[in-house]
């Protein structure tokens, strides 16, 4: 009976070390060319990082190569706390490749091969950059609010969604249905409510209809509450081709994990995104932000 009891004692020690040994297992390397700081510890070169680290630039920029294949580039002067599937920017500029992001409510994802460079700047915009690949932005409630293709950028400032919120773009028939594909954020719309005369360039003021499955093509549900034609006729090839690829990215893109995407086009003001060495000629999601910024066309969103 002791004998039964001491190897009882000994197979439990044995599997209480084995759960340490996995909760303390590294999740990447990082690579610095100068002094950062890891959980308010100075070192200098490579270090391993694990989940839930918070990473501190100083003069330098740091590398993270993240286990199985990630990785994330802080640039000097920014933090960040790493985790295996994103980082938590908290400040200063990050790149990712294969790699999430979050930042001040807002979660870029970089799946696959695509890379994305983020940065935080005064009055709570988040400047958002696709290097390659397709990049999708979601909101705090998971809800897709921007698509961007390679060489696009967008300086995007969360706030209430309560306000109403323009889209600008095109409308095309599909069927009995009228889709729409907005200019600044790529992200493709079903409309409800107000007669929208298709073939026109038109702006419109909307709100979600919760709750409802959009068309195919689409990833979400919106009323329409006024129209607005802006002058000039546009292709419908262009648009309906425009509204079935950003409905496909907003899907997934090539074997992604993204959650069916929904909109809400009150949660988000753009403005151009130029600081970021891409030549990016956007529009803006609310045109009283803009003048907090140092450049940028007034656009489309409000």
């Known amino acids: 009976m002791r004998v039964s ?3 009882t004692v000994i197979v439990c020690g044995f599997s209480s ?3 340490l040994s996995a909760a303390t297992s590294g999740i990447g390397v990082a690579l610095s060319e100068g002094n950062i700081l890891i959980d308010s510890s100075s070192t200098a070169g490579n270090a391993t990082i694990f989940s839930g680290s918070t990473l501190e630039t100083q003069s330098a920029s740091s590398r993270i190569h993240l286990n199985g294949g990630a990785q994330l580039r802080l640039a000097a002067d920014s933090r960040g706390t790493v ?3 994103h980082v938590d920017l908290q400040k200063g500029s990050a790149s990712i490749t294969g790699y999430s992001a979050n930042a001040s409510g807002l979660s870029v994802r970089a799946d696959g091969k695509a890379s994305a460079s ?5 009055q709570g915009i988040v400047e958002i950059a696709a290097l390659t690949g397709d990049v999708h932005v979601f909101n705090a409630a998971g ?3 921007a698509n961007l293709v390679p060489g696009r950028a967008l300086d995007l400032r969360p ?3 309560s306000a109403p919120s ?4 095109c409308a095309v028939r599909s069927g009995s249905n009228t889709l729409l594909t907005d200019e600044t954020s790529n992200v493709a719309v079903q409309l409800k409510g107000a007669n929208v005369k298709t073939g026109r ?9 919760p709750n409802a499955t959009p068309l195919s093509g689409a990833s979400q549900v919106i009323n329409v509450a006024n129209v607005k034609e802006i002058g000039g006729t546009c292709s419908t090839d262009a648009a309906t081709a425009g509204a079935a690829s950003a409905g496909a990215a907003t899907a997934g893109g090539a074997g992604t994990a993204i959650a069916t995407p929904v909109l809400v086009v009150a949660v988000v003001a753009v403005a151009a995104g130029v600081g970021v060495g891409i030549a990016a000629g956007v529009g803006a999601f609310n045109s009283n932000t803009t003048s907090a910024l140092s450049s940028g066309r007034s656009g489309a969103f409000n």
């Open 201 to 209: 360039r038109v702006q419109i003021t909307v709100s979600l209809v």
């Open 83 to 85: 985790f295996s599937d």
């Open 17 to 19: 070390l084995g759960l």
């Open 5 to 7: 009891n001491l190897k």
């Open 166 to 169: 323009n889209l600008t773009g």
């Open 118 to 122: 983020i940065s935080m700047r005064d």
């Open 143 to 145: 809800l897709n609010v």
């Open 159 to 161: 706030q209430g969604a």
